[in-house]
Every structure is written in structure tokens, then in C-alpha cells.
């Protein structure tokens, strides 16, 4: 089946660090992509949505500056989170269709989880 | 706007009996409904999705889900609870039957089967 790679699956490192995650899609070339944030306990919070070649877009109150991301290819998308502070610490995960045509679901990689200290 | 209300955090229930994990929903025109299941320090894994056709759909792991659009609801359902479903389920909703169109997760529901 169809599968989204994700790396790194954890990062710690300190306040004032850009980390960068990348998603991949292994086995089929994805024009879109979304990125997701979830807090221990809660639901998926959509951040943006990552079109191949073209700007990224951004839901209501996440801030472009601080999550850049470059969807540069058909089968990788990077998020960066730039200077990154205790509360940038999540789970990202990101997700891809297989087609954008039709009503594929999603498919997920595994998730970052992302701690600042 | 499109929503999703799960309205259970947690579902108990004892291995070998039925288990249903409630989900309702809001959207403009027609819905595309989407079942997940989370387990520790993973993505989320798909099971199962409503288009269009029979109310009742099948998916993977002997789930099961009835859209019932009078209720605007879409619960997830099995026969006999295994041990190993444990996990969080997350319903899901799409305004557009597009795949690049953004889908809305609801809150999840933890679901604990007992020996």
C-alpha cells in the first residue's frame, strides 16, 4: 500500500533551533500535502496544506514565518520550524493523498515528535 | 465550515462484545467520511471511508461504519472487540469529494477493550 515516510521521528534540541522534518512519499508522487499538529491528548490540528511548486497554504493563526514550508518535489515537503521555543514542542505529522483526483483517503507518516528544551 | 463531534473520550467495553465508537458530523453538501485509528507515537492508520452507495460501509480489521444522514452520524462499529483494537479512533470529514481538499478531524475517542 501506499506509504509516507517521515524523519526524523524525534528531536530534542534547544530554544532558538530551526528543525527541519521532511515527508516523503515512497511509492507514488504527491502534488499535495498536509501538515498537522497534535498536542498529547488532543486532536490534529491542520496547519497548512503543501502544493508542489507553488506557496503553501496556511490555516487561520499559524504563523508563515515560524513553519516554513517547501514542497519542492513530487514526493518530499519540509516543514521548518524556525527558532523554535518550549511551546513549538508537538507531535507534527504529516499525511498525503495517493491522487489528488477522485476521493482517495489520506495516508500518514509515522509523525515527528518535536521537543525544545 | 465542516465539523466533527466525537462525543465520547473514552469507549470501555469487554473483549467479545460489540463496540461502538459514536461520530457525528456538519458540512455543506455532501459528506465524505473518514475513519482513523492512532496507536502510541504513530500516524494515523485509515480504516474505512464513505462516499457514496451503501449506508454501510466495511474496512479493515472486521470494522464497520453506518452513515446515516438523517443523524448526520457515521459511528464506528464491530461485532466482537479484540484486545488489540485498543488505540485512539479519529473521525474525519470532507466538504469536497477532491483528495487534495482538506479533511477535518474530529476530537478522538479513546477506545480500552478489556480482557
Known amino acids: 500500500g501506499a506509504v509516507v515516510s517521515q524523519h526524523p521521528s524525534w528531536v530534542i534540541c534547544k530554544s532558538g533551533t530551526s528543525v527541519k522534518i521532511e515527508c516523503r512519499s515512497l511509492d507514488f508522487q504527491a502534488t499535495t500535502m498536509f501538515w498537522y499538529r497534535q498536542f498529547p491528548k488532543q486532536s490534529l490540528m491542520l496547519m497548512a496544506t503543501s502544493n508542489e511548486g507553488s506557496k503553501a497554504t496556511y490555516e487561520q493563526g499559524v504563523e508563515k514565518d515560524k513553519f516554513l514550508i517547501n514542497h519542492a518535489s513530487l514526493t518530499l515537503s519540509t516543514l521548518t520550524v524556525t527558532s523554535a521555543h518550549p511551546e513549538d514542542s508537538s507531535f507534527y505529522i504529516c499525511?498525503?493523498?495517493?491522487?489528488?483526483?477522485?476521493?482517495?483517503?489520506?495516508?500518514f507518516g509515522d509523525g515527528t515528535r518535536l521537543s525544545i528544551l | 465550515a465542516q465539523s466533527v463531534a466525537q462525543p465520547e473520550d473514552q469507549v470501555n467495553v469487554a473483549e467479545g462484545n460489540p463496540l461502538t465508537v459514536k461520530c457525528t458530523y456538519s458540512?455543506?453538501?455532501?459528506?465524505?467520511l473518514f475513519w482513523y485509528v492512532q496507536y502510541p507515537n504513530r500516524g494515523l492508520q485509515f480504516l474505512l471511508k464513505?462516499?457514496?452507495?451503501?449506508?454501510l460501509v466495511k474496512g479493515s480489521y472486521g470494522f464497520e461504519a453506518e452513515f446515516n444522514k438523517s443523524q448526520t452520524s457515521f459511528h464506528l462499529k464491530k461485532p466482537s472487540a479484540l484486545v488489540s483494537d485498543s488505540a485512539l479512533y479519529f473521525c474525519a470529514v470532507r466538504g469536497l469529494r477532491s483528495s487534495a481538499s482538506k479533511i477535518i478531524f474530529g476530537s478522538g475517542t479513546r477506545l480500552s477493550i478489556r480482557p
Open positions: 464513505y462516499i457514496t452507495g451503501d449506508n
Open positions: 458540512v455543506s453538501g455532501n459528506p465524505y
Open positions: 499525511s498525503a493523498p495517493t491522487r489528488t483526483e477522485g476521493d482517495q483517503p489520506q495516508h
